[in-house]
Nanobody
Framework: EVQLLESGGGLVQAGGSLRLSCAAS????????MGWFRQAPGKEREGVALMRSNNGTTSEGGTFYPDSVKGRFTISIDDAKNTVYLQMDNLRPEDTAIYYCRARILSRSYWGQGTQVTVSS
């Protein structure tokens, strides 16, 4: 059974940093496209960091960030620990959302339960 467990969310002041973790189990982690998404109240879920994507948005081994987070967010993967991280720096109030980890396995998306990030001004 594929399981993704996010942690590391919380309340932080604008300009601060948080590091999210996603512990994965139930599948062979190596080379699986992984990503972080977020959903704010009343808004659609959006991708904020993708890694090892094979749908054309990243080069092999590369990463993708939308302009809204580029230069502030960094995704990384530790294959030995089956864990993907999202380092978020210089956070802004508009980054407030529930953050989800996603694994893309055989064209199917698997999601974690999400972790709340709240940035106060």
């Amino acid at each position: 059974e594929v399981q993704l467990l996010e942690s590391g969310g919380g309340l932080v002041q604008a300009g601060g940093s948080l590091r999210l973790s996603c512990a994965a189990s139930g599948f062979t982690f190596d080379d699986v496209p992984m990503g972080w998404f977020r959903q704010a109240p009343g808004k659609e879920r959006e991708g904020v960091a993708l890694m090892r994507s094979n749908n054309g948005t990243t080069s092999e081994g590369g990463t993708f960030y939308p302009d809204s987070v580029k230069g502030r967010f960094t995704i990384s993967i530790d294959d030995a620990k089956n864990t993907v991280y999202l380092q978020m720096d210089n956070l802004r109030p508009e980054d407030t959302a529930i953050y989800y980890c996603r694994a893309r396995i055989l064209s199917r998306s698997y999601w974690g339960q999400g972790t709340q990030v709240t940035v106060s001004s």
